[in-house]
Each structure stands twice: as structure tokens, then as C-alpha cells.
């Protein structure tokens, strides 16, 4: 654990990360300092010394926050006065439907920020956007893991380039208050269970803090949960063939999966500030946590900025402090859930494919960091951006941040995602649903993965 506090500084961001709100650039999210070594690295990242005569570059994508906004435009507008080219992002709080009427209209940007690999897979196999060629993808294999490169990969080809990473499995808890109660952080996930049961047989709050209501998106909570539960008991193989529905909704080994949550989820548990879990705002788990009515809670990067104004993290010496553990595994292969942003470009201009191979470098991604940190004032701020990219300067993270890093880093099995990757009428449907009707008790798994299995479009 790294021992110095951090204060609470990102929550316009992490709500931003969920649910959005418009932003507007600005001129002052980094320093002389931060723009010559970013210049410095984008040269050499890039190995590019062509001047590309203002020519201009034009980016979208969801993120819209002021931090995320201010940090995109000050690191890519850095690069480009490098090769002189002009650089412009533009958060779009409705960027899926706009992208797809920009498309069909035939004024599309030159490049775009995929949350979700399966857009980018469709656009990719209708043509509208292009390869990212051979200088990019060399780029791409030099900073990247197979784990987060595959996802741009559409049949063969590499079309998007990993631009941003958040890690799910991750706990969040109260390490001074484990050390008190003679709690140790599991290693394994039979560990994990036999800690639940211990704290539970306690009586002395909850092992788990848990809710999975979240407006229309009701369920995605226990989705990453099942997710994280397939990579553990399965591995990264049968993930990927769920995925693809090689393997089916229903099959014996994702019933399993899901069964997994739920009986871990039971009332004796779980405290639901809502009531029951599903009544419970995924949101609403961290005040509970640090009140000492439950132990522990499993998720994203993202929550940082969801506990109360003014929690600490990451500090020793802090009774109150929270801090993350990795999520434990069970076949010791260390697999981690992720989520992203993925770069694609809608032409073959070479000023935009030199835009995309600096996206694709570790310099781009500390560049990135360092301008957003110093968009919300510097110092061990949470900035609510983190990257996976290799090599990076990790300085430029605050401790907690560098934990998270740590596991990324650690892991031997990365997947995206699921929900991300399937369907929209599944993983942001029915795998949604009939979840939410399994949670509150009115089916069981195996009917709940029959009713997602018929629903896979044919």
C-alpha cells in the first residue's frame, strides 16, 4: 500500500465517467514545464519530424468533463504544434447518436473515442472507418499488452488504438480498520469467502456494501460482478467465446458465474443502503463504508470519487483512510476486468494517423495525466483518468492511482468489459434484466441465462 493521503478531488469527474455533464476547454491545465517534455516525448514518440503543414485534426468522443476536455486538448495541441498540426476535441454528451448521424450524413471527424469495442467492431466491418497501418500498429505492439490491444483488433485488423483504461476488479476498504479487527487482506478468492463469512458470524457490520440500481442501466453492477466471477472460475478463453456466444448464455459454466454472486450476495451479507440490492444506487456504497456499516466493497477505479468530500486514501497513518485490494483470483492467473476508451480514425490522412500513433504511445498517456492533475490543482489529486500503456511515467500518478497501476500491471489475463462487447440487446439488455430479476429473488440463474440466451439476435 503507498502511505501518503490523497484528497478527494475528482468527484465532478467520476460522475462525469457515469453519467456526464458538458464541459469547456481551457488554456490553463499544465504548466511551461509539462508542455516541453510533453513536446520532447511526443518527437520521440512518434519518431516524427514532418511538418504537416496546419493541417487540421478533428476528435470527439464522450468524454465531456472540464478536466477531461482541458487535459485532451492541452496534450494533443502540444503534439501538434510539434508537426504543425491543428488539434481539436470535442466532448459530445450524446456522441453515440451523433457519431452514427455524422457518419450517415458523410461528416464524420477525422478521428473518434470508442467506449464501447463493439461500436467500433461495427463500424469497422461497415467500412466507415480505416486500419490504423503499419507505423501505428508497430506503436501500439511496443506500448500495449495483447490484453488491451485485442480489442481494437476487428477480424485480422487493427483499426483502434487504447487511449484510456479503468480497472474493475478492484475492493475498496478501510485497512487501520481491518488491522484492528484482525482482518488480513485475502490472497485468494477462498480466502475472500472465508473472510465474508468471518466478518459476517462477527455481527459487526457487513461484509458487503452492495447496490445494483442505476436509472434505465439498472443491473450493469451485477454484470461486472458475473463478468469478474466467468475470468476467475473460467479463464480468459471461455470469457471470450461467452463473448462471441461461441459458448452459450446458458451454458453450465456462466450459470455457475452467476449463481457465484448471488450466493455471495445474501441478505446475512449485504447491507443495501436502499433496502434490498437492487433498490440500492450503485452509487450510494461509499458513505456506508467509511460509517463502518459494511467491510467492503467491489468496484471500478471510478468509485474513488464517489466516497464522502474529504475521505483519504491511501494513507497508513490515517485511521480512516480507504484503500483498494485486487479483487482475489482462484486458478492464480490474475485476471482483470477492464473498460476503455479506444481511438479509431475515419480516414487515412497522414496527419491523422500521426495523431493516432501519439495516442498510441506511454508518453501520450503521462502527458495526459500529468495536464488532467494539473487541471484540478496538482499534488496527490485523484485525476479520474488512468492508462494500462507500458512504460509510463508513473510519477505523474498520485499513490492511489499507482495501486491501480500496480494490479493492472500484475495481471496475467485482461478482458474487456463483457456486457461492452456483446450486443446491445443483451449487454445493455437483457443481461441487465433478467440480472435485476435474479438479484430480487424472482427467478433463479438458470432461467434468468435461458432468458438472455433467447435474446442473442440472430
Request: proline fraction near 5%; glycine fraction near 10%; charged fraction near 20%.
Given at each position: 500500500?503507498?502511505?501518503?493521503?490523497?484528497?478527494?478531488?475528482?468527484?465532478?469527474?467520476?460522475?462525469?465517467?457515469?453519467?456526464?455533464?458538458?464541459?469547456?476547454?481551457?488554456?490553463?491545465?499544465?504548466?511551461?514545464?509539462?508542455?516541453?517534455?510533453?513536446?520532447?516525448?511526443?518527437?520521440?514518440?512518434?519518431?516524427?519530424?514532418?511538418?504537416?503543414?496546419?493541417?487540421?485534426?478533428?476528435i470527439t468522443g464522450p468524454e465531456r468533463d472540464d478536466p477531461s476536455i482541458a487535459s485532451l486538448n492541452?496534450?494533443?495541441?502540444?503534439?501538434?504544434?510539434?508537426?504543425?498540426?491543428?488539434?481539436?476535441?470535442?466532448?459530445?454528451?450524446?456522441?453515440?447518436?451523433?457519431?452514427?448521424?455524422?457518419?450517415?450524413?458523410?461528416?464524420?471527424?477525422?478521428?473518434?473515442?470508442?467506449?464501447?469495442?463493439?461500436?467500433?467492431?461495427?463500424?469497422?466491418?461497415?467500412?466507415?472507418?480505416?486500419?490504423?497501418?503499419?507505423?501505428?500498429?508497430?506503436?501500439?505492439?511496443?506500448?500495449?499488452?495483447?490484453?488491451?490491444?485485442?480489442?481494437?483488433?476487428?477480424?485480422g485488423t487493427q483499426y483502434g488504438v487504447p487511449a484510456k483504461t479503468d480497472l474493475k476488479s478492484l475492493?475498496?476498504?478501510?485497512?487501520?480498520?481491518?488491522?484492528?479487527?484482525?482482518?488480513?487482506?485475502?490472497?485468494?478468492?477462498?480466502?475472500?469467502?472465508?473472510?465474508?463469512?468471518?466478518?459476517?458470524?462477527?455481527?459487526?457490520?457487513?461484509?458487503?456494501?452492495?447496490?445494483?440500481?442505476?436509472?434505465?442501466?439498472?443491473?450493469?453492477?451485477?454484470?461486472?460482478?458475473?463478468?469478474?466471477?466467468?475470468?476467475?472460475?473460467?479463464?480468459?478463453?471461455?470469457?471470450?467465446?461467452?463473448?462471441?456466444?461461441?459458448?452459450?448464455?446458458?451454458?453450465?459454466?456462466?450459470?455457475?458465474?452467476?449463481?457465484?454472486?448471488?450466493?455471495?450476495?445474501?441478505?446475512?451479507?449485504?447491507?443495501?443502503?436502499?433496502?434490498?440490492?437492487?433498490?440500492?444506487?450503485?452509487?450510494?456504497?461509499?458513505?456506508?463504508?467509511?460509517?463502518?456499516?459494511?467491510?467492503?466493497?467491489?468496484?471500478?477505479?471510478?468509485?474513488?470519487?464517489?466516497?464522502?468530500?474529504?475521505?483519504?486514501?491511501?494513507?497508513?497513518?490515517?485511521?480512516?483512510?480507504?484503500?483498494?485490494?485486487?479483487?482475489?483470483?482462484?486458478?492464480?492467473?490474475?485476471?482483470?476486468?477492464?473498460?476503455?476508451?479506444?481511438?479509431?480514425?475515419?480516414?487515412?490522412?497522414?496527419?491523422?494517423?500521426?495523431?493516432?500513433?501519439?495516442?498510441?504511445?506511454?508518453?501520450?498517456?503521462?502527458?495526459?495525466?500529468?495536464?488532467?492533475?494539473?487541471?484540478?490543482?496538482?499534488?496527490?489529486?485523484?485525476?479520474?483518468?488512468?492508462?494500462?500503456?507500458?512504460?509510463?511515467?508513473?510519477?505523474?500518478?498520485?499513490?492511489?492511482?499507482?495501486?491501480?497501476?500496480?494490479?493492472?500491471?500484475?495481471?496475467?489475463?485482461?478482458?474487456?468489459?463483457?456486457?461492452?462487447?456483446?450486443p446491445a440487446d443483451v449487454g445493455a439488455g437483457t443481461f441487465w434484466s433478467e440480472g435485476t430479476s435474479?438479484?430480487?429473488?424472482?427467478?433463479?440463474?438458470?432461467?434468468?441465462?435461458?432468458?438472455?440466451?433467447?435474446?442473442?439476435?440472430?
Amino acid at each position: 500500500m503507498n502511505k501518503r493521503s490523497i484528497k478527494l478531488a475528482a468527484v465532478p469527474v467520476a460522475l462525469a465517467l457515469v453519467a456526464g455533464a458538458c464541459g469547456s476547454d481551457t488554456d490553463e491545465a499544465t504548466g511551461d514545464d509539462t508542455t516541453e517534455e510533453t513536446v520532447a516525448a511526443g518527437d520521440e514518440a512518434t519518431g516524427d519530424t514532418t511538418d504537416f503543414d496546419g493541417a487540421t485534426v478533428t476528435i470527439t468522443g464522450p468524454e465531456r468533463d472540464d478536466p477531461s476536455i482541458a487535459s485532451l486538448n492541452d496534450t494533443l495541441q502540444a503534439f501538434g504544434e510539434t508537426v504543425n498540426i491543428n488539434v481539436e476535441y470535442t466532448g459530445d454528451a450524446d456522441w453515440e447518436a451523433n457519431i452514427n448521424t455524422q457518419v450517415e450524413g458523410g461528416n464524420p471527424p477525422s478521428i473518434s473515442f470508442f467506449p464501447q469495442p463493439g461500436k467500433l467492431a461495427d463500424f469497422a466491418r461497415e467500412g466507415f472507418i480505416v486500419p490504423v497501418g503499419e507505423e501505428v500498429d508497430a506503436t501500439i505492439d511496443a506500448n500495449w499488452g495483447e490484453g488491451f490491444q485485442q480489442y481494437g483488433n476487428v477480424d485480422g485488423t487493427q483499426y483502434g488504438v487504447p487511449a484510456k483504461t479503468d480497472l474493475k476488479s478492484l475492493v475498496w476498504f478501510q485497512p487501520a480498520r481491518f488491522e484492528e479487527a484482525g482482518y488480513a487482506v485475502p490472497e485468494t478468492f477462498e480466502e475472500f469467502t472465508a473472510l465474508v463469512e468471518e466478518i459476517t458470524a462477527a455481527g459487526d457490520g457487513k461484509p458487503l456494501c452492495v447496490g445494483i440500481e442505476s436509472g434505465q442501466a439498472t443491473g450493469w453492477t451485477y454484470t461486472d460482478w458475473v463478468e469478474d466471477m466467468v475470468l476467475r472460475l473460467h479463464g480468459g478463453d471461455v470469457y471470450d467465446q461467452w463473448v462471441s456466444n461461441e459458448i452459450p448464455f446458458d451454458d453450465p459454466q456462466i450459470v455457475e458465474a452467476m449463481e457465484a454472486v448471488v450466493n455471495l450476495w445474501t441478505e446475512d451479507n449485504v447491507f443495501a443502503a436502499g433496502g434490498t440490492i437492487t433498490a440500492t444506487n450503485f452509487a450510494d456504497n461509499g458513505q456506508p463504508l467509511v460509517d463502518g456499516q459494511c467491510w467492503m466493497h467491489r468496484q471500478a477505479n471510478f468509485f474513488a470519487g464517489l466516497f464522502p468530500e474529504g475521505t483519504v486514501f491511501a494513507d497508513e497513518t490515517n485511521p480512516d483512510a480507504v484503500d483498494v485490494f485486487y479483487f482475489p483470483d482462484i486458478n492464480g492467473d490474475r485476471p482483470v476486468l477492464t473498460a476503455g476508451i479506444y481511438a479509431a480514425a475515419f480516414n487515412e490522412d497522414p496527419a491523422t494517423m500521426a495523431v493516432m500513433n501519439y495516442i498510441a504511445t506511454s508518453d501520450y498517456a503521462a502527458a495526459r495525466q500529468a495536464n488532467q492533475k494539473e487541471f484540478l490543482g496538482g499534488g496527490d489529486v485523484l485525476s479520474g483518468y488512468l492508462s494500462a500503456a507500458q512504460n509510463q511515467d508513473e510519477s505523474v500518478y498520485g499513490p492511489l492511482e499507482q495501486s491501480f497501476l500496480e494490479i493492472l500491471n500484475t495481471s496475467d489475463v485482461a478482458r474487456f468489459d463483457a456486457s461492452d462487447l456483446m450486443p446491445a440487446d443483451v449487454g445493455a439488455g437483457t443481461f441487465w434484466s433478467e440480472g435485476t430479476s435474479l438479484v430480487n429473488g424472482d427467478i433463479d440463474a438458470a432461467t434468468a441465462a435461458a432468458n438472455i440466451e433467447a435474446s442473442w439476435p440472430e
